[in-house]
């Protein structure tokens, strides 16, 4: 493939150096996927695989800075939104995509490490919902992420993907895979509500990474012109792979495989 055919994704995320999460699980899959990343820090933190210690956030003004400058020159044909961290970051993200309102935006809404600790502070929750769920083409929460940004008044999955959906984006992907079932169960809704239940084997282990992974995947297919529901099962089958090709380098966690069989040729 050409490098020009690589169509360019806008990743706005933080950084996990621990290479489990963040940026560099979004930049391992939006290549695998054969796009270009162009990432965008919003924050340092200080984890391992295990749990986030501390979150450093960038100075807002050079996180849009950074990313005005990548938009006014690349192509970018989709948006990739991690962690935002403080409320002054989600704002100015939400104001700079305002002026790009044609762009397709997945947002990823994290506050919370797979290990538990939080990563955002608490004020971003009412930002997200009320600046960035109205630029958003779909959002992609897990359970805990969907019942606090929905409020305590919606009583299951779908009524909470309905108050996401009134606050102004087009797709919920909501994610089962930090409920107490079996199997995980993740639910497309778009605006006249449930869509599609993609059903997939609870693998054994935790996993570090494997929101990031399937945000990313998603933005990669949506920047290749591919149609919300096929994005969404596409993006949950290489997240499945990529859990499936996990390796546990550290003491916590699994990082999925999202690059496994590249440089296979190289022996
Ligand atoms: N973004 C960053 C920078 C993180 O450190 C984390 C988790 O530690 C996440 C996002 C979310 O990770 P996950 O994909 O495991 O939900």
């Not at 797709?171 to 809704?189: I, M, Q, R």
Request: overall charge negative; aromatic content about 4%; hydrophobic content about 45%.
């Amino acid at each position: 493939m050409a490098e020009t055919e690589r169509p360019c994704v806008l990743i706005i995320s933080g950084n996990d150096p621990s290479g489990g999460a963040g940026m560099a699980a979004d930049i391992q899959t939006v290549s695998a996927l054969g796009g270009h990343p162009a990432p965008v820090l919003t924050s340092l933190t200080v984890q391992d695989t295990a749990n986030a210690y501390r979150v450093s956030p960038v100075d807002p003004g050079l996180v849009t800075e950074q990313a005005a400058t990548v938009l006014a020159d690349l192509p970018v044909r989709a948006v990739k939104i991690g962690l935002l961290a403080t409320a002054e970051i989600g704002s100015a993200v939400a104001s700079l995509l305002g002026d790009h309102s044609n762009l397709p935006v997945v947002l990823d809404p994290v506050l919370v490490a797979a290990g538990g600790a939080d990563l955002a502070e608490q004020a971003l929750e009412a930002v997200i919902v009320e600046q960035l769920l109205p630029l958003a083409t779909l959002v992609t929460p897990n359970a805990l992420e969907l019942v606090r940004l929905a409020g305590s008044q919606a009583a299951d999955r779908e009524s909470r993907a309905r108050v996401l959906l009134s606050s102004g984006c087009d797709w919920v992907l909501a994610k089962g895979a930090d409920e107490d079932t079996v199997g995980v169960e993740n639910v497309l809704y778009g605006k006249s509500g449930f869509v599609e239940s993609f059903r997939w084997t609870r693998l054994p282990g935790h996993y570090h990474g494997s929101g990031c992974t399937l945000a990313a995947a998603l933005a990669t297919m949506i920047a290749k012109s591919v149609p919300i529901p096929r994005a969404a099962a596409d993006a949950q089958r290489y997240t499945d792979f990529a859990l499936r090709n996990a390796f546990r380098p550290g003491r916590g966690q699994n990082i999925p495989g999202r690059m496994a069989g590249a440089g296979h040729r190289l022996g």
